[in-house]
């Protein structure tokens, strides 16, 4: 069962990423200012046909609009890319760190969606790890990369718990976010050995492999998109 409240929340929040107006959508919906209004605001039951309908308009996943954080899918989809497997590769080989991956981090969760292990860290796709216990979790909130070459003599991260319950020194996250601007996670390694890191060649090469995820994701929903636009449908969503 759908919530229409968040749907419209997310219809309202993916026009706004796309900075159309109220009377564009209704214009392309053929319907009055009025009636979309209320489609955002969550009065209005809203049928499959026309949900897809404003996704491609929006230029955006179907279930992203939906607002449900489909894990399982997520993870089966980052499995679907296959140049992941070589991104992780490039960055243990550039860095000489020993782990990486890419996560998709919610409120409540942490997920590995892609892994290359070679310190025997003992996570696979699909693993969960507490979200309060990493750093990732900072960078949902912050939507900003965090990086460190040697947490022992860091300003910050000196302290901090998390690299003391997974036993690295050297980290580097940055955010992966999707192309209608929402946060589907992170891509990160880590070591317990330091690394230099902190430099605009590693930081670069991360926000590049990041924004190449972000871009087939998209295909992804742009393909699952055209295929529930083929089978089409009245059904209503309650």
């Known amino acids: 069962m759908y919530n229409i409240q968040t749907v419209g929340t997310n219809i309202r929040n993916a026009r706004l990423y796309r900075n159309y107006s109220q009377d564009y959508l209704a214009y392309k ?37 939906i607002g449900t954080a489909d894990i399982p899918a997520d993870v ?30 919610t409120e409540d969760k942490w997920v590995a969606c892609a892994i290359r292990d070679e310190i025997l860290f003992g996570l696979e796709p699909g693993s969960e790890l507490k979200i309060e216990t990493t750093i990732c979790n900072e960078i949902r909130k912050s939507q900003t990369a965090v990086v460190i070459d040697h947490v022992d003599q860091d300003e910050v991260y000196v302290g901090h718990p998390t690299p003391a319950m997974y036993g690295f020194q050297s980290y ?22 330091p690394a230099k890191l902190n430099n605009p060649e590693t930081i670069g090469m991360f926000k590049l492999f990041a924004e190449l995820v972000s871009f087939h994701l998209h295909l992804i929903d742009k393909i699952a998109l055209a295929g529930a636009n083929f089978l089409g449908g009245e059904r209503q969503l309650n």
Request: aromatic share 6%; glycine share 8%.
């Open 29 to 65: 919906l053929k319907i009055s200012q009025n009636a979309y209004s209320k489609v955002e605001c969550g009065y209005t039951k809203i049928t499959l046909e026309r949900l897809i309908i404003i996704a491609e308009i929006l230029d955006v996943g179907l279930n992203k609009l």
């Open 172 to 193: 580097i996250s940055v955010p992966i976010i999707c192309q209608d601007g929402a946060f589907f996670g992170t891509l990160c390694a880590i070591d317990p050995r």
């Open 76 to 105: 089966e989809a980052m499995g679907r890319i296959q140049i992941v497997p070589k991104i992780l590769e490039v960055i243990c080989r550039t860095t000489g760190m020993g782990f990486a991956a890419v996560a998709r981090v």
